[in-house]
């Protein structure tokens, strides 16, 4: 049930994206009875429509436009065109998501406070105190159906799940489970049961994963107060003189241009479509891009320390089988200085398909050291690295005027290079991993380099004062009072864990307080 | 695609055909591979152009249980007009750098050894990294070839791996 909203309704709140921040703030606004219009660049695919097929999916759902990359990650040289791993569709990347979902440990919050100066990092803390976040995250849990909280027991463990919970058993390892999953154990929330299907990455066909698209997304459109125009990818957000945002700019599937009133307009294209946005949005009043008079706007690029290990063993493992995400250890997620370096890391099963593994086990390798790797595959098991790396002020989204989009719009390169602090992270963490999988006899194990990034972070981030970030501590711009940002980009810090039920606790709270100045008419 | 040679008998072909490396035979408007076993068709290139690149094709990424059909469907595709200019000018090359190190031919280097050697030497080649780089998907995304490492491809049509094994390690 659409509510259509009139182009000159200037009473809307405009919500750009529909991923885990965009789409849970629209449903959360509509369910206040707020009126939302929310614009998505992709279509509309639900469960039926996912293809589990590794290259079938990514073309059906992966965000495609141009893009380039510079820097020393590696990325920069594998994947030059294709920076970050993100979905366009409605349901944004949640269609994608493994569905890992843990909440920030306490002293996260405070990375400044309790890691001291670290050479080169722009730390900060948040502006939050972690006790405001926990009725929040209790709130995001209950959303997404999350295993190991509430009375929601854990998923049952895989064949790769069994081979890593023994390698870390065997190491002393304790804090090791099939994780807290936002993907039903029970049927749940009117969604099925995990069927161990073994395509979480492809969009879950039996809807058994938590995703935007088909949660959030038509329970807000059933109040009749939220309507989602799908492939309409906004250009510009526009202001008027005294500097308030005023509506947004957006071309429709033929490419025909609308402009879209609004009273509030909320960013929420994920961190590099969001502050490419903002530097798209320059005017003669705001010449570095909107939100940007501390000049942080597009800087701070986090991706998460990554890495993969995947090991092979003399029998078979079969790790396709079942979650993708189906474990994890936390033992190293602590901060602890002794090991060479501040913040922690997790380790979490990941599997990827034999097209996948090939594209991503030794990018550009090639010959019998890496082909004999692919010949045993099916005795393979794998796990993920997830830690925490530096903001820094050089790692940043920046408009590439010599490459245009599909709309004539500058893309956006994404520079990033390794802090130090990163480098020593992964390699205690690979040095870990290949341990965990030796333990339980792996013949060979193979220390993979990072993938394009799926967790990006950090682009608009939050600060206490409006020198150091772009947003306050309610996602509101220090700028402009009627423009806010609802995704990862508003992360001051990124966390060893995975990002997406902080966003989603995020966007709940960030409700809570449009709502309410709504209601105040401070905006 | 490749196609089962079902028409010429094995001596009806190689009668008909000239050898190209130890596993090739071309012809006329064809490759196929020695046994017989498969057949392609060319138009574009040079029938013993594509037995080159074929047998480039499996020296990038060798797999000895992955029959050399696979390897002519992964690079099937460069046999248009697009692309012929670019393939025959690089399997020259190829070729040229082989006679360098004393062979008549790429694809007459016996060992697979002395192939990679001269592989190595172009490694940084545009045409060796479009060659390659199109493998990842055009070899490994071939549905028929997933059997031959083990993996099963989609599971949601026969209701996942809840009941059909997604724990049935036993070793661990
Ligand atoms: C393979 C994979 C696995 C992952 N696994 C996990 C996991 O286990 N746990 C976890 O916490 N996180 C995981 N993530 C990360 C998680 O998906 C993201 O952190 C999260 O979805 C980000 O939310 P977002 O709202 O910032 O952006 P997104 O969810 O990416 O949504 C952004 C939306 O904005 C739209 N958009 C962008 N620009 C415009 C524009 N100009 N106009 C209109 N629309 C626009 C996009 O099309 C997109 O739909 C994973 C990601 C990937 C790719
Ligand atoms: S393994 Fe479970 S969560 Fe993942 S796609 Fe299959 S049914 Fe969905």
Redesign the pocket.
């Known amino acids: 049930m659409a509510a259509p909203f009139e182009l000159s309704d200037d009473s809307v709140v405009v919500i750009i994206g529909t991923g885990a921040g965009g789409g849970v703030l629209a449903n959360e606004l509509a369910q206040k009875g707020v009126s939302v219009v929310s614009l998505e660049a992709g279509g509309r695919y639900l469960p039926e429509d996912y293809i589990n097929d590794e290259w079938e999916s990514f073309g059906q759902l992966a965000w495609l436009d141009a893009r380039t990359t510079s820097g020393d990650w590696r990325v920069a040289n594998d994947f030059s065109g294709l920076p970050a791993w993100i979905v366009k569709a409605v349901g944004g990347t949640t269609t994608h998501w493994a ?1 890992a979902s843990l909440r920030f440990q306490d002293h996260e919050w405070k990375a400044a406070t309790t890691y001291g100066p670290v050479q080169g990092a722009n730390l900060l803390d948040w502006p939050i105190d972690p006790r405001e976040m926990d009725d929040y995250y209790t709130k995001a849990e209950n959303k997404l159906g999350v295993t190991r909280t509430g009375d929601r027991a854990g998923l049952p463990g895989n064949n790769n799940y069994k081979v890593f919970e023994a390698g870390a058993k065997a190491l002393g390892y304790e804090e090791v489970s099939t994780g807290r999953m936002a ?1 039903n154990s029970a049927s749940n929330d009117d969604r099925a049961a ?7 990455f492809q969009g ?3 809807g ?2 938590w995703s935007a698209a088909y949660t959030d997304i038509p329970r807000g459109e059933a109040t009749g107060n939220l309507e989602v125009r799908e492939r309409a990818h906004v250009l510009k957000i526009e202001h008027d003189d005294s500097g308030k945002v005023t509506g947004v700019l957006y071309a429709d599937a033929d490419g025909n241009q609308h402009l879209q009133k609004a009273r509030i307009v909320c960013v929420a294209g994920n961190s590099i479509e969001s502050p490419r946005l903002l530097l798209n949005s320059a005017s003669n009043m705001f010449p570095e891009g909107l939100a940007n008079s501390s000049g942080q706007v597009g800087r701070n690029y986090m991706r998460h320390m990554t890495g993969s290990v995947y090991a092979v063993f003399d029998k078979p493992v079969k790790m396709w089988r ?3 995400m189906a474990g994890i250890i936390q033992d190293e997620a602590r901060h602890d200085p002794s090991r060479g370096f501040v913040g922690g890391y997790e380790l979490e099963t990941l599997a990827l398909g034999l097209p996948f593994m090939a594209a991503f086990l030794d990018p550009g390798g090639w010959g019998r050291e890496f082909t004999t790797a692919l010949d045993s595959y099916e005795n393979m098991a794998g796990m993920w690295i997830v830690g925490e790396d530096m903001p820094q002020e050089t790692n940043r989204i920046t408009l590439n005027h010599d490459v245009k989009d599909q709309y004539g719009l500058p893309a956006p390169n994404v520079h990033f290079d390794d802090h130090p602090n990163d480098v020593a992270m992964r390699n205690h963490a690979y040095k870990q991993g290949m341990a965990v999988y030796e333990a339980v006899g792996a013949t060979r194990v193979f220390p993979t380099p990072p993938y394009p990034s799926t967790h990006n972070l950090g682009t608009n981030r939050m600060s206490e004062n409006s020198r150091d970030g772009v947003v306050n501590k309610h996602g509101q711009t220090h700028d402009i009072a009627n423009l806010f940002i609802s995704d990862g980009s508003q992360f001051t810090t990124g966390a060893a864990e995975n990002p997406t039920l902080t966003i989603v606790a995020l966007a709940i709270r960030q409700a809570d307080f449009i709502a309410a100045e709504m209601g105040k008419n401070n905006i | 695609m490749t196609s089962r040679n079902t028409k010429l008998t094995r001596r009806q072909l190689l009668s008909r055909s000239a050898a190209a490396g130890a596993a090739f035979v071309v012809g006329a408007g064809y490759v196929a591979g020695s046994s017989a076993a498969w057949a392609m068709n060319v138009e574009h290139v040079q029938p013993t152009t594509m037995a080159t690149l074929i047998q480039m094709a499996r020296d990038i990424y060798p797999h000895d249980h992955v029959a050399d059909e696979f390897y002519a469907a992964a690079v099937k595709g460069y046999d248009s007009a697009d692309a012929a200019p670019m393939i025959e000018a690089g399997i020259a090359a190829l070729d040229a750098a082989a006679r360098g190190k004393g062979y008549a031919s790429y694809i007459e280097a016996g060992w697979e050894r002395d192939r990679v050697d001269i592989l190595r030497g172009l490694e940084n080649s545009t045409f060796f990294q479009t060659i390659r780089g199109g493998l990842v998907t055009g070899l490994y995304n071939q549905k028929a070839v997933w059997p031959l490492f083990g993996y099963e491809g989609e599971s949601f049509s026969k209701g ?1 791996y809840i009941d059909r094994g997604f724990d049935d390690i036993n070793w661990i």
């Open positions: 569905g993907i995990c069927q161990q299907t073994g395509f979480c879950c066909k039996w058994a994963k079942g979650t993708t | 996942g």
